[in-house]
C-alpha cells in the first residue's frame, strides 16, 4: 500500500464527511461541488495555511509536529481511532528508508500460558486473534462458538475476515448483523494495516480481498478504522442458531499483537441457554470441532 495514497484518501474522506454546518462555520451559497469541508476551511479550523494543508492532503506528512496532528485531528473532528490511524500514518511516513524496506510478521504463536489461561475459562467462549485476524487459540467453547470457521478440516490460525467474505459459510455465520459486521471488520484491518503497513501477510490478504470481493472492496474505499473493545457479536450457529453475546477485549501487554476476547450472556436470556447448550453439544459430539486442537472429548 502506497502511504502518500493512503494519507490522501483518509483525510479527504475525513473532509468529505463533515459540514460547514457541523464544524461551526457559515454555508454561502447552496452550489458547493464538495459534498463537505473545502480546503481553505479545514486549513482555517486547523490554523495553518491553505499551502501546508493541501501539502498534507496530497499525503506529504513528513516532519509533521504533533501539534499540527492535533490541530488537524480537531478540524476533522476525528474519533479516538481516527487520531490513532492519523498519528500511524505520520509515523510510517517519518520512518527511514531502512526501516521502511523492512518486513514486520504477525505473531501466529499463543503462549502457553496464555493457552492455559483460556483453558481455564470454561463457561465463556474465549479465543486470542492477532492484528491481522488470524484466529489462533481459543478454549473449548470458542472453538464450539466458531465451528464453522474449522469446516472441512481447516486449522488455526484460520483468518477471520478471509472466511467472512470469501467463504459461503462466512456470510452464514455473520448474516444476522452482516453489515455492521463486514463494516467492523474491514475497519480493524483498516486500523491495522495503518499500525502495520509493511506486513507482507497483511497486504496480502487485504489484496486478496479486494479482488475478491465487492463489498470487502466497497466498505475499505471509506478508509474507516475503530477500536473494538467492547460490544455485541451477533452470529448464527449451525446447531443452537441465533445468539447475542457481549464481548471484551484486551491486549496481551507481553504480546501487544494479539488480542484475547471473551463474550457472556445476559443471566436468564435464551443467549445463555444456547451457551449451554453448545457447551454440552461441544463436549459430547462436536463434529464440526477441530480435533486437532481441542484433544480427546471430554478431556
Request: net charge neutral; proline share 6%.
Amino acid at each position: 500500500m502506497d502511504s502518500r495514497n493512503e494519507i490522501k484518501d483518509f483525510l479527504a474522506s475525513r473532509r468529505a464527511r463533515i459540514t460547514p454546518q457541523q464544524a461551526g462555520l457559515p454555508a454561502y451559497g447552496g452550489n458547493r461541488r464538495v459534498p463537505g469541508l473545502r480546503r481553505e476551511e479545514v486549513a482555517m479550523l486547523a490554523g495553518m495555511s491553505v499551502d501546508y494543508y493541501v501539502r498534507l492532503e496530497r499525503g506529504n506528512l513528513a516532519g509533521v509536529s504533533e501539534a499540527v496532528l492535533d490541530s488537524l485531528a480537531r478540524a476533522l473532528q476525528l474519533d479516538e481511532a481516527e487520531r490513532d490511524h492519523l498519528n500511524d500514518l505520520a509515523r510510517a511516513a517519518n520512518s527511514t528508508s531502512q526501516r521502511r524496506r523492512r518486513p514486520t510478521q504477525q505473531q501466529t504463536q499463543v503462549p502457553p500460558s496464555v493457552q492455559r489461561i483460556l483453558d481455564s475459562m470454561t463457561d465463556a467462549p474465549a479465543f486470542v486473534r492477532n492484528g491481522r485476524l488470524d484466529f489462533l487459540a481459543a478454549n473449548r467453547l470458542g472453538y464450539a462458538l466458531y465451528a464453522p470457521l474449522f469446516a472441512g478440516g481447516r486449522k488455526p490460525p484460520a483468518n477471520i475476515a478471509h472466511f467472512q467474505f470469501l467463504d459461503p459459510g462466512g456470510r452464514e455465520f455473520f448474516g444476522l448483523n452482516w453489515e455492521e459486521s463486514m463494516n467492523n471488520t474491514v475497519a480493524l484491518l483498516r486500523t491495522e494495516a495503518g499500525r502495520n503497513p509493511h506486513d507482507k501477510g497483511l497486504t496480502d490478504l487485504i489484496g486478496e480481498l479486494v479482488t475478491r470481493s465487492e463489498e470487502f472492496r466497497t466498505a475499505w474505499a471509506r478508509h474507516n478504522v475503530r477500536l473494538h473493545y467492547s460490544g455485541f457479536k451477533h452470529v448464527h450457529h449451525p446447531v443452537v442458531g441465533d445468539l447475542t453475546l457481549a464481548f471484551d477485549s484486551l491486549q496481551l501487554p507481553a504480546q501487544p499483537s494479539l488480542s484475547l476476547a471473551a463474550m457472556s450472556a445476559e443471566p436468564g436470556s435464551p443467549a445463555e441457554d444456547a451457551l449451554k447448550l453448545l457447551a454440552s453439544w461441544a463436549a459430547t459430539s462436536g463434529e464440526a470441532l477441530p480435533d486437532n486442537v481441542l484433544g480427546p472429548r471430554g478431556a
